[in-house]
């Protein structure tokens, strides 16, 4: 039967057996409005993210302690532009147009990861950032790569590729660090310090405090609560940290048998909020870099579509 004499009820039902089913929902197919506004706010932030995750990490492609660790830093810095990219272009697909998003975020309306409020003070802190961010990331976003809107998983699958080989480069700069001396020793242990709470914020609130998670695991958006991948984050990476000597800020950190998971001590919420509510360490200087380069790249932008509208005119005029 066609659905244009289905009525609104009978759309919603046909949509939540088509999400039960795990069928995937294309831009075409009937949603409702509310899974498109949820897609649009999470997948709008995190384009948002990864382009101002770029910011970070450039600060410190000048100051590469070796022309290898240039390269691949380098690589990475581009790859996370790519990923904004490709994320956006599919939050389009939604209706929502590139300039909407990009005032929703320079304006202040949109949020981008808390993450990336945190200062880099220091090369190991890139290791820090590609094991536990980028750590972080890909277990979101294998979990994603599985979700109900077809546009953000396909984007997922070819993200977490390129994510699998910024959490390797991060993981062997602190290896190599912790091989060093103990000035690198200390410098690696100091970068864990300052970035392993941060990290677990990434997963957002706890899932009582969570308002969108109830529609976005409803609609199979989220497969798992904030706190089950939050779990699933620090299972993985406490082992890891353990191979290379590095010791987790969490004094309560313990492998609980009967669980099977480890137990852990209470993450900062109100220094998470300040920080999604713009009060952390860097809001204001991230926030300042990317509206500075979206004035300064004007001239890119006008130049591009010119250049369209020529080539436009001319094939009209052939
Ligand atoms: N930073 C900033 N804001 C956050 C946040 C965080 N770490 N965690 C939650 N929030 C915000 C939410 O956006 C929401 O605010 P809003 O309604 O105004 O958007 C509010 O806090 C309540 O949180 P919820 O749990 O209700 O929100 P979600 O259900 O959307 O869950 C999320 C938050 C887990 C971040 C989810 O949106 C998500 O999985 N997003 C996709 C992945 C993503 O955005 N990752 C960001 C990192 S990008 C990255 O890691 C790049 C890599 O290359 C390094």
């Given at each position: 039967m ?7 009820e ?8 088509r999400?039960?089913?795990?069928e ?7 949603m ?12 709008s932030?995190h ?19 070796s022309?290898r660790?240039?390269?691949?830093l380098?690589a ?9 990219l ?19 975020f320079?304006t ?24 536990l961010?980028d750590?972080?990331?890909i ?5 994603l ?10 984007a997922?699958?070819?993200?977490c590729?390129e ?7 991060g ?16 410098m ?6 300052r ?6 914020m ?13 529609d976005?695991l ?5 497969l ?11 299972d ?16 309560l ?16 919420w ?7 509510n713009g009060?952390g ?13 979206h004035?300064?790249g004007?001239?890119v932008?006008?130049?591009v579509v ?5 080539k436009k005119?001319?094939?009209v005029a052939?």
């Amino acid at each position: 039967m066609s659905i244009k004499n289905l009525t609104e009820e009978e759309l919603e039902k046909r949509f939540h057996d088509r999400i039960e089913k795990g069928e995937i929902i294309e831009p075409k197919d009937w949603m409702p409005e509310r899974y498109r506004k949820q897609l649009i706010r999470m997948m709008s932030q995190h384009a948002h993210s990864e382009v101002v995750g770029m910011l970070p990490e450039g600060n410190w492609i000048t100051r590469a302690p070796s022309l290898r660790r240039k390269a691949v830093l380098l690589a990475k810095v581009q790859d996370e532009g790519g990923h904004g990219l490709y994320i956006y272009c599919g939050t389009e697909t939604l209706g929502i147009s590139r300039e909407e998003m990009l005032d929703g975020f320079l304006t202040g309306k949109a949020k981008y990861s808390s993450i990336f409020n945190y200062p880099t003070l220091n090369w190991a802190d890139m290791g820090a950032i590609g094991w536990l961010v980028d750590g972080a990331a890909i277990v979101n976003q294998t979990v994603l790569a599985k979700c109900s809107y077809g546009p953000y998983s396909r984007a997922m699958v070819r993200i977490c590729k390129e994510e699998n080989f910024h959490h390797k480069q991060g993981y062997e700069i602190l290896a190599t660090m912790m091989k060093g001396t103990d000035a690198q020793k200390q410098m690696a242990q100091d970068a864990i310090n300052r970035f392993w709470w941060p990290s677990l914020m990434m997963f957002g609130p706890s899932d009582k405090d969570s308002p969108n998670s109830g529609d976005l695991l409803k609609w199979k958006v989220k497969l798992f609560s904030n706190d089950e991948l939050r779990q699933r984050f620090i299972d993985r990476t406490v082992p890891q940290a353990e191979n290379i000597g590095i010791k987790l800020p969490d004094p309560l950190l313990k492998w609980n048998e009967a669980k099977g998971h480890y137990d852990h001590g209470d993450i900062n919420w109100e220094e998470f909020y300040n920080v999604i509510n713009g009060r952390g360490p860097c809001n204001k200087q991230r926030m300042k870099q990317r509206r500075d380069a979206h004035i300064n790249g004007e001239w890119v932008r006008d130049a591009v579509v010119a250049h369209e509208e020529k080539k436009k005119s001319e094939k009209v005029a052939a």
